[in-house]
């Protein structure tokens, strides 16, 4: 049903500069650009991901409550992009771990304050 999940960022280069590095190790690559977003996907027909500058102009905020869960398929897939967000200057928002019956994932937030995880079903 989701097609893509936008996020704001107040510096694209810097934010596309992160994701460009961190969504390759899931082969990701940009499906889409303009002066004012950039778009990742592994696959045009499955569900991406979106940097923009807001086009109302106002500052990018965070979204309390709000978060992007991108999913991969094993719990070790899931600790090395974790560490990578870090590496790459994102904040833990939660350790990868196992989160409920058959659910590991790990949390963070990326160079804007987007909150965001890798998680693995079963």
Aim: hydrophobic share 45%; glycine share 12%.
């Amino acid at each position: 049903m989701i097609g893509y999940v936008t996020i704001g960022t107040a510096d694209l280069a810097r934010s596309s500069a992160f994701y460009d590095s961190l969504l390759a190790d899931i082969g990701a690559k940009r499906l889409m650009q303009s002066e004012r977003f950039i778009a990742w996907a592994v696959d045009p027909s499955k569900p991406g991901l979106c940097v923009a500058l807001p086009y109302d102009g106002k500052p990018a905020t965070i979204g309390n409550g709000c978060m992007v869960a991108l999913v991969v398929d094993s719990t070790a897939k899931v600790d090395a992009l974790h560490a990578r967000a870090l590496a790459l200057g994102a904040t833990d928002e939660g350790a990868p771990g196992p989160r409920g019956e058959g659910f590991y994932a790990g949390y963070f937030r990326d160079l804007d304050g987007n909150k965001l995880n890798f998680f693995c079903m079963g």
